[in-house]
């Protein structure tokens, strides 16, 4: 037998090490629609508790936004449950198209292709687009959807430091022999909240003729002055090669991703990314949800203006607490704490005082960077930011990091 009792002692032992290294993820079961407020049920078995979501990629309050099921609900009811299809075969509705429209104007791009996912769409496009030919160079942060991708694809792989712009410059010089350069970047970075530098990636892009890679999933809808993005954000719309992105933060939060972008690459991701070719189609349910979401953010910026003075408020409300977090405009707010343990403990007093929120560690983030990343929404309302605020402050408290640096902290936990 493979799956002998050896086998079991040698996982168990694994899990265990996970355990005893403050590594160990469990999840907390939600009772409740997504929302500003939830209602947890943690640690499992327990009875159930109302607390103040902080973590949640909900940023435009859209996840169940009664307009947004409403729409859902008619796309159930003319359009059926399921495709059971791929894209190619019989998985493309009239909506699914309209969708690739209206996605491809609002982010300002030619065409649009929508795939399964983010994650999906990442592990396809760059095989469908480059060969052994070219080469990727991707900042050194990027989501790991996207390290996966360009591992499936035969370019060469490159990389720059962290937005480091004289870095990127010297990469394209190096690389100046290959038929294509694509430079990668996420959008907004997920675990730091900070911004790419759009304006001189494209700039650089332009001077060494290389492509445009943007992953745009924590910025859709809500970054720049209308909510298109980080190219809107940076001055450069229009003027992004590839953007991928995900509907399932900001644009509703259920499922779905997309290439979006020069007429001729998202042409070539139908012909041949995998994801898109032998993956199920994106469900008429939440196409048609997607395409009123699209609709709603289109009429007006009320959402994200609203996102965007909830995240004022709050990064000024912590860093006046004295708190440790990362600088940036992004509502992904991270509150540095270094240690797994601490940041796991931490989490854990939160919930007890009505706040939910999760410790990220290795290998999430890098060893000695564990953190409490908050996230904020434009359904938190001020009210929601003062009692989180201030369980932060009691908690903070508590473990004496109040006032303290990175340097202090890491003497009193270690990393
Ligand atoms: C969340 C995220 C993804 C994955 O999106 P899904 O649609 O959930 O697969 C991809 N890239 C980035 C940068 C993300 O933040």
Known sequence: MAFSDKTRADYQNELGALKDAGLFKEERFIHSPQSSEIVVEFPAGSTTKKVINMCANNYLGLSSHPEVV??????LEVR???????????????IHRQLEQKLSEFLGAEDTLLFPSCMDANAGVFEAVLTDKDVMIADRLVHASIIDGMRLCKAMQDSFKHSDMAHLEEKLQEHQDKRWRMVITDGVFSMDGDIAKLDTIVELADKYDAMVFVDDSHSSGFIGKTGRGTHEHCGVFGRIDIITTTLGKALGGASGGCVSGRRELVEMCRQKARPYLFSNSV????VAGALRVIDLISQTTERRDKLEWNT?????MLTDIGLDIKAGDSPIVPVMLYNAKLAQDFARDLFTE????IGFFFPVVPKGQARIRTQLSAAHNKEHLDLAGEAFRKVGAKYGILGKG???IIEMFGM
Not at 312 to 316: A, D, G, I, T
């Open 312 to 316: 004022k408020y709050w990064r000024k």
């Open 406 to 408: 990175k340097k202090e």
């Open 283 to 286: 469900p008429p349910v939440i």
């Open 354 to 357: 009505g706040i939910y929120a």
């Open 70 to 75: 409403q729409a859902a609900h008619n796309g």
């Open 80 to 94: 059926g449950y399921g495709m059971s299809s791929v894209r190619f075969i019989c998985g493309t509705q009239d």
